[in-house]
Nanobody
């Protein structure tokens, strides 16, 4: 399984970006799709997750600003990021959790999001 993320870039504070992550190969079945981020000098944190049934969860720091969505037919997850802040600057990675797995077991490469003040 390969995950391809795209959509990162440079944006001014208050702006928006949309990240996409597509799973290819033989994803067979995907339980959860999630977005993580890691800023320089900080630990990786879970930003948003969407389950197979559409249930979502967000880090407190992004609630009300970010929206995760999923197209199961395309094995693609999206992260719409609005009202971006400089502290959102990080490398964003997508990941999937297969059924029966307790943790995310497939990871994509990161895409850099830079928010300038």
């Amino acid at each position: 399984v390969q995950l391809q993320a795209s959509g990162g870039g440079v944006v001014q504070a208050g702006g928006s970006l949309r990240l996409s992550c597509t799973a290819s190969g033989n994803p067979f079945s995907i339980q959860d799709m999630g977005w993580y981020r890691q800023a320089p000098g900080k630990q990786r944190e879970l930003v948003a997750v969407i389950g197979r049934g559409g249930l979502t969860d967000y880090a407190d720091s992004v609630k009300g600003r970010f929206t995760i969505a999923r197209d199961q037919a395309k094995n693609t997850a999206y992260l719409q990021m609005n009202s971006l802040k400089p502290e959102d600057t990080a490398v964003y990675c997508c990941a999937i959790r297969s059924p029966g797995q307790s943790e995310y077991n497939y990871w994509g490469q990161g895409t850099l999001v830079t928010v300038s003040s």
